[in-house]
């Protein structure tokens, strides 16, 4: 939207006031919440400059970590008098009346909308009252409730909410939705303790399929298998580093079976479950890709060298012999990058 | 035992009969130096033989694979029936086997471990239904076979007794060395020892991955067995076990094929443990084997050919799925309709009620369609030299099942608050009705099969059309004269041309062509799904039991159709009911089949089936039912 008095908000004729919010020292909601109730009762009849307080108060939301509570907006909005911004007449419904604190709110529900809070019902009373029914931020309040509900459910990965705090909660997410792509995945918790000579104490999320032992079962011994990462993922802002065990990719030939040519069908005299027949000579599991097979991944607490370690030790023990007659590469991105080269070099000149 | 011809003994007669029943095994394991000597003492009961003097007719091509081709074999609408005499015996037999059920001694027994309630069984004769009368066996052909399995099927072991004929002792009958047939299948027809089959393992779905294994030992006298099987009927009280275990496994670069053996194995040898499966009334047994040796001459049949053996029972053992249903279904509706003759003492009385009588309408043409079908393929198999019913005896096991189930489940709701209790009546039938959907095969993976098999059979013969259908563009000419054609086809209007009237009583004529349309509509539906999926079609399920359901419902058609025309000429009573019965099934199969081949090729739904792919695909990804509770909200 177009607004010409909203060009330069920081505009030095603006009146400034004085930001009070920087000087608190414990930044929460509860002194946030605090800091708009001094603000109420400082000027309870004129109450001015409350646009540039609303305007200092969304700047400093982050700080105080309250930029995704539905209340504190709530809060700020009932800065605003009741009914003096009431369009009384067509004019003045139709040429935005109180332009500024029009503009101010329809600023605060866009900040709304960027962190992904959706307003509830009371706030529609509120615009209500202030702004009246022709009012932009009611209307604004209206496009939001019509799409934010839409658009709440589409993630095909849900998350809970809130997000839990706890890295390890948040690292298990992470590989259960990394993992979800096969369902017969399963998702085991290792201690790095568990494992003799391991330095650190930390834990380590693994996810593995039946069908990865299986193809790892199937790597050839001459062919060393490579520990990989750290890949990010993002979980709602927060970056999860994960690590991957993979092997040389495997070459397919794309032949099938004639699709046209109906001769060749055949039923199995004794089956109990819907049998399933490819055409394809060879189909290739999910986990087979162009540039490697992945035969497992996970995360860990420190995401060092060390407890990568301990995790293949483990993958190795929980049902993967194979895992010790294989020479396993470290190419790590991160620092310990030189020590897993020397590590490469030693393991390939024993072999 | 009866006797059709009475024969005196005679020197060429013994050559002759001994002949026979070494012709009967496949091979003998162990080689006699005098066959004949032991065989003499045996004598005195080959007087008492009976000769069957009824030759079976030459083999035709096999009936419901055809109909895909939309070639109907009149000499189908001709219901099998039985000699005069053989009728005779068999109604005095089955009836005496009938009274001695209803003994009470007999009636209260609840476990086949009984050995008293056996050898009552052995001594008229009425275990060993097919084996050779040299060994006490009654030979009886496939028809006789099944009046006796609905004779069992009255008594509450039915289904043990059943398995116990049709599965095991069959297997012996047909497959097994004459040695092993003295050593272990005359003891079980004598009535002392008895028998169960091990083919489920533990994890089973089908034949090739079964995991249980045996291996030969280096001196090559003995097998060693390992592996689980569960679910063995009768396993808990059987003294003998034939076991299928995977003998070879040959890897192809394709392919690994697996070969099966059958071996003899008895319970109580080292390695072979069981423990009883509670909860099930067939005295089900989980039996695992360590390391059991077995001699080599207890192999039945042919190393590594078991699995045809496996075959050949398991389709004889579906028909016998007809029988008991049928005597079920049977009984069923008899109580039931003295439970309403009981009620309605009132006014306004029950049995007047238009629900109840069409209920009852509805009860006896289901249970009508149930044993015609099972009659007839019995009749295939009996008139037939060595005629091709694996289809139709797998369409038996289907309907007469879903019949049977559908009248458990009208009785229940009939009989209304009294089947709450669990001693019910209705209840237990119920509870035995469902053994025949759930125990070894379930009705879904039989209807798989019907379909693929008819597929089968006509994609060999369609191939070259098929491929021309789905390369329209290649054949132009070929395309544009299929659209003339084939235009009756598509607006659902066949040219009913097969004349199957001539073949019936004049009063099913209405009928006849309700059939002559469905015929014409498999045929078109065959070419349909083979079209739309090309080979594809091994994985279209949903198609594939529709297509399944079109074939059910023309051979039930047919076979209701033989035997009212039947019984309608030569006047039994109550025949012009039995019109009245097959004229109705009919119709209502009519509409099915119609509804079937449409959903072939409506938009809607073709839709609808997409639609409900893709929320199944939704709920395997995340693991559960994906929608939200219906009180939930969103802001």
């Given at each position: 939207m177009f607004m010409p008095w909203n060009k330069n908000k920081d505009d030095e004729k603006a009146i400034s006031v004085k930001d009070h919010f920087e000087t608190v020292k414990n930044k929460n909601k509860k002194t946030y919440l605090e800091m708009i109730n001094i603000y109420i009762n400082r000027?309870?009849?004129?109450?001015?400059?409350h646009v540039e307080f609303i305007y200092s108060a969304l700047k400093h939301m982050e700080e105080f970590g309250v930029q995704k509570d539905l209340e504190v907006y709530k809060s700020l909005i009932d800065v605003l008098p009741k009914g003096k911004f009431v369009p009384q007449n067509l004019i003045q419904a139709e040429f935005m009346h109180y332009p500024k604190q029009q503009q101010c709110i329809v600023d605060l529900l866009e900040q709304m909308e960027d962190n992904g809070v959706m307003p509830d019902l009371d706030m529609e009373d509120q615009l209500l009252a202030i702004f009246g029914s022709r009012g932009f931020p009611l209307r604004k309040y209206w496009r939001m409730m019509y799409w934010m509900p839409k658009f709440?459910?589409?993630?095909?990965f849900p998350l809970p909410n809130p997000l839990p705090d706890d890295i390890f909660e948040l690292a298990k997410l992470a590989i259960e939705r990394i993992s979800n792509i096969d369902v017969s995945n399963e998702v085991t918790i290792y201690q790095s303790?568990?494992?003799?000579?391991?330095i650190e104490d930390t834990w380590i999320i693994s996810a593995q399929s039946e069908t990865q032992r299986r193809l790892l079962s199937e790597n050839k011994q001459e062919d060393p298998i490579f520990v990989e990462g750290a890949f990010k993922v993002w979980l709602k802002g927060n970056p999860i580093n994960y690590f991957i065990l993979r092997g040389q990719p495997r070459t397919y030939t794309d032949e099938y079976e004639d699709f046209d040519n109906v001769e060749n069908i055949k039923p199995l005299f004794i089956s109990n479950k819907p049998s399933v027949k490819s055409l394809y000579k060879a189909v290739p599991t999910v986990h087979e890709q162009q540039d490697g097979v992945i035969y497992a991944v996970c995360a860990t607490g420190t995401s060092s060298k060390d407890s990568l370690l301990s995790w293949i030790r483990h993958l190795e023990i929980d049902r993967n012999p194979m895992l010790g007659k294989l020479s396993v590469v470290f190419t790590l991105r991160s620092g310990v990058k030189e020590v897993a080269k020397v590590e490469e070099q030693e393991q390939i000149d024993e072999k | 035992m009866y006797s059709l011809r009475r024969v005196t003994f005679k020197n060429d007669l013994i050559k002759n009969t001994l002949l026979r029943l070494h012709s009967t095994s496949i091979e003998t394991a162990s080689k006699q130096t005098g066959p004949y000597d032991s065989e003499l003492k045996q004598y005195e009961r080959l007087t008492n033989l009976t000769k069957r003097t009824r030759q079976k007719k030459p083999q035709r091509p096999p009936f419901v694979k055809n109909l895909l081709l939309g070639k109907f074999d009149t000499e189908i609408l001709v219901f099998p029936q039985l000699e005069n005499e053989e009728c005779d015996y068999l109604t005095r037999d089955t009836g005496n086997l009938k009274t001695l059920l209803k003994q009470k001694h007999m009636v209260n027994v609840n476990s086949m471990g009984d050995k008293n309630f056996r050898q009552s069984l052995s001594d008229i004769q009425s275990i060993g239904l097919q084996a050779s009368q040299f060994l006490d066996g009654r030979e009886s052909t496939p028809m006789e076979v099944m009046k006796f399995l609905e004779t069992y099927a009255d008594h509450d072991l039915g289904n043990n007794l059943i398995y116990n004929e049709q599965l095991s002792v069959q297997t012996l009958v047909k497959y097994a060395s004459e040695a092993l047939q003295k050593k272990y299948l005359f003891p079980v027809i004598k009535g002392e020892k008895l028998l169960a089959f091990c083919l489920n393992d533990k994890e089973f779905s089908t034949l090739s991955s079964m995991k249980t294994k045996a291996e030969l030992t280096e001196d090559g006298k003995y097998w060693i067995l390992n592996g689980e099987k569960m679910y063995v009927v009768n396993g808990v009280s059987a003294d003998y076990l034939i076991v299928f275990a995977v003998t070879n496994i040959s890897n192809n670069e394709e392919s690994s094929d697996v070969s099966i053996t059958a071996f003899l194995v008895e319970k109580d040898v080292q390695g072979v443990s069981w423990r009883k499966i509670d909860?099930?009334?067939?005295e089900v047994a989980q039996i695992s084997f360590q390391n059991v040796q077995i001699p080599v001459e207890n192999i039945i049949g042919q190393v590594h050919k078991a699995d045809h053996i496996a075959k050949d029972i398991i389709s004889d053992f579906r028909l016998s799925c007809g029988a008991a249903c049928s005597t079920l279904s049977r009984n069923m509706i008899n109580n039931l309709l003295q439970t309403i003759l009981k009620e309605s003492?009132?006014?306004?009385?029950?049995?007047?009620?238009e629900s109840v009588r069409n209920k009852l309408g509805k009860m006896a043409m289901n249970l009508y369609a149930a044993e015609s079908i099972t009659y007839l393929t019995a009749g295939l198999q009996d008139w037939y030299d060595n005629q091709d019913v694996t289809i139709e005896s797998a369409i038996v096991k289907v309907l007469t099942s879903e019949v049977a189930y559908e009248i458990a489940k009208i009785c229940l709701e009939s009989v209304g608050i009294s089947a709450n209790f669990k001693d019910h009546w209705s209840r237990k039938y119920h509870d035995r009705v469902l053994d025949y959907l759930t125990l070894y095969e379930t009705n879904e993976s039989q209807k798989l099969f019907i379909a693929l098999m008819g597929l089968q059979y006509a994609g060999v013969k369609l191939s070259e059309k098929i491929k021309k259908l789905r390369n329209p563009l290649f054949h132009g000419t070929f395309a544009l004269s299929r659209i003339w054609t084939n235009r009756k086809n598509v607006f659902d209007?066949?040219?009913?041309?097969?004349?199957l009237s001539y073949f019936l009583h004049p009063s099913l004529q209405q009928a006849s062509l309700h059939l002559e349309y469905c015929a014409k509509r498999l045929e078109y539906g065959t070419e349909m799904i083979l079209t739309k999926h090309g080979l594809e079609v091994m994985n279209k399920h949903v198609d594939l039991y529709r297509l399944a359901d079109v074939m059910i419902d023309c051979y039930a058609m047919t076979a209701v159709l033989a035997r009212a025309s039947r019984s309608h000429c030569i006047g039994l009573r109550n025949s012009p009911f039995e019109l009245l019965l097959a004229s109705n099934f009919c119709y209502f199969a009519r509409m099915r089949v119609k509804n079937n081949i449409l959903r072939y090729y409506y938009v809607e739904d073709l839709n609808s089936d997409k639609n409900l792919y893709d929320i199944g695909k939704q709920m395997t990804k995340s693991r559960e039912y994906i929608i939200q509770e219906a009180l939930m909200r969103n802001f």
């Amino acid at each position: 939207m177009f607004m010409p008095w909203n060009k330069n908000k920081d505009d030095e004729k603006a009146i400034s006031v004085k930001d009070h919010f920087e000087t608190v020292k414990n930044k929460n909601k509860k002194t946030y919440l605090e800091m708009i109730n001094i603000y109420i009762n400082r000027d309870h009849i004129y109450r001015r400059g409350h646009v540039e307080f609303i305007y200092s108060a969304l700047k400093h939301m982050e700080e105080f970590g309250v930029q995704k509570d539905l209340e504190v907006y709530k809060s700020l909005i009932d800065v605003l008098p009741k009914g003096k911004f009431v369009p009384q007449n067509l004019i003045q419904a139709e040429f935005m009346h109180y332009p500024k604190q029009q503009q101010c709110i329809v600023d605060l529900l866009e900040q709304m909308e960027d962190n992904g809070v959706m307003p509830d019902l009371d706030m529609e009373d509120q615009l209500l009252a202030i702004f009246g029914s022709r009012g932009f931020p009611l209307r604004k309040y209206w496009r939001m409730m019509y799409w934010m509900p839409k658009f709440k459910n589409m993630s095909p990965f849900p998350l809970p909410n809130p997000l839990p705090d706890d890295i390890f909660e948040l690292a298990k997410l992470a590989i259960e939705r990394i993992s979800n792509i096969d369902v017969s995945n399963e998702v085991t918790i290792y201690q790095s303790v568990d494992i003799k000579d391991s330095i650190e104490d930390t834990w380590i999320i693994s996810a593995q399929s039946e069908t990865q032992r299986r193809l790892l079962s199937e790597n050839k011994q001459e062919d060393p298998i490579f520990v990989e990462g750290a890949f990010k993922v993002w979980l709602k802002g927060n970056p999860i580093n994960y690590f991957i065990l993979r092997g040389q990719p495997r070459t397919y030939t794309d032949e099938y079976e004639d699709f046209d040519n109906v001769e060749n069908i055949k039923p199995l005299f004794i089956s109990n479950k819907p049998s399933v027949k490819s055409l394809y000579k060879a189909v290739p599991t999910v986990h087979e890709q162009q540039d490697g097979v992945i035969y497992a991944v996970c995360a860990t607490g420190t995401s060092s060298k060390d407890s990568l370690l301990s995790w293949i030790r483990h993958l190795e023990i929980d049902r993967n012999p194979m895992l010790g007659k294989l020479s396993v590469v470290f190419t790590l991105r991160s620092g310990v990058k030189e020590v897993a080269k020397v590590e490469e070099q030693e393991q390939i000149d024993e072999k | 035992m009866y006797s059709l011809r009475r024969v005196t003994f005679k020197n060429d007669l013994i050559k002759n009969t001994l002949l026979r029943l070494h012709s009967t095994s496949i091979e003998t394991a162990s080689k006699q130096t005098g066959p004949y000597d032991s065989e003499l003492k045996q004598y005195e009961r080959l007087t008492n033989l009976t000769k069957r003097t009824r030759q079976k007719k030459p083999q035709r091509p096999p009936f419901v694979k055809n109909l895909l081709l939309g070639k109907f074999d009149t000499e189908i609408l001709v219901f099998p029936q039985l000699e005069n005499e053989e009728c005779d015996y068999l109604t005095r037999d089955t009836g005496n086997l009938k009274t001695l059920l209803k003994q009470k001694h007999m009636v209260n027994v609840n476990s086949m471990g009984d050995k008293n309630f056996r050898q009552s069984l052995s001594d008229i004769q009425s275990i060993g239904l097919q084996a050779s009368q040299f060994l006490d066996g009654r030979e009886s052909t496939p028809m006789e076979v099944m009046k006796f399995l609905e004779t069992y099927a009255d008594h509450d072991l039915g289904n043990n007794l059943i398995y116990n004929e049709q599965l095991s002792v069959q297997t012996l009958v047909k497959y097994a060395s004459e040695a092993l047939q003295k050593k272990y299948l005359f003891p079980v027809i004598k009535g002392e020892k008895l028998l169960a089959f091990c083919l489920n393992d533990k994890e089973f779905s089908t034949l090739s991955s079964m995991k249980t294994k045996a291996e030969l030992t280096e001196d090559g006298k003995y097998w060693i067995l390992n592996g689980e099987k569960m679910y063995v009927v009768n396993g808990v009280s059987a003294d003998y076990l034939i076991v299928f275990a995977v003998t070879n496994i040959s890897n192809n670069e394709e392919s690994s094929d697996v070969s099966i053996t059958a071996f003899l194995v008895e319970k109580d040898v080292q390695g072979v443990s069981w423990r009883k499966i509670d909860g099930s009334r067939n005295e089900v047994a989980q039996i695992s084997f360590q390391n059991v040796q077995i001699p080599v001459e207890n192999i039945i049949g042919q190393v590594h050919k078991a699995d045809h053996i496996a075959k050949d029972i398991i389709s004889d053992f579906r028909l016998s799925c007809g029988a008991a249903c049928s005597t079920l279904s049977r009984n069923m509706i008899n109580n039931l309709l003295q439970t309403i003759l009981k009620e309605s003492v009132e006014d306004p009385v029950l049995y007047k009620s238009e629900s109840v009588r069409n209920k009852l309408g509805k009860m006896a043409m289901n249970l009508y369609a149930a044993e015609s079908i099972t009659y007839l393929t019995a009749g295939l198999q009996d008139w037939y030299d060595n005629q091709d019913v694996t289809i139709e005896s797998a369409i038996v096991k289907v309907l007469t099942s879903e019949v049977a189930y559908e009248i458990a489940k009208i009785c229940l709701e009939s009989v209304g608050i009294s089947a709450n209790f669990k001693d019910h009546w209705s209840r237990k039938y119920h509870d035995r009705v469902l053994d025949y959907l759930t125990l070894y095969e379930t009705n879904e993976s039989q209807k798989l099969f019907i379909a693929l098999m008819g597929l089968q059979y006509a994609g060999v013969k369609l191939s070259e059309k098929i491929k021309k259908l789905r390369n329209p563009l290649f054949h132009g000419t070929f395309a544009l004269s299929r659209i003339w054609t084939n235009r009756k086809n598509v607006f659902d209007n066949p040219d009913l041309n097969l004349n199957l009237s001539y073949f019936l009583h004049p009063s099913l004529q209405q009928a006849s062509l309700h059939l002559e349309y469905c015929a014409k509509r498999l045929e078109y539906g065959t070419e349909m799904i083979l079209t739309k999926h090309g080979l594809e079609v091994m994985n279209k399920h949903v198609d594939l039991y529709r297509l399944a359901d079109v074939m059910i419902d023309c051979y039930a058609m047919t076979a209701v159709l033989a035997r009212a025309s039947r019984s309608h000429c030569i006047g039994l009573r109550n025949s012009p009911f039995e019109l009245l019965l097959a004229s109705n099934f009919c119709y209502f199969a009519r509409m099915r089949v119609k509804n079937n081949i449409l959903r072939y090729y409506y938009v809607e739904d073709l839709n609808s089936d997409k639609n409900l792919y893709d929320i199944g695909k939704q709920m395997t990804k995340s693991r559960e039912y994906i929608i939200q509770e219906a009180l939930m909200r969103n802001f």
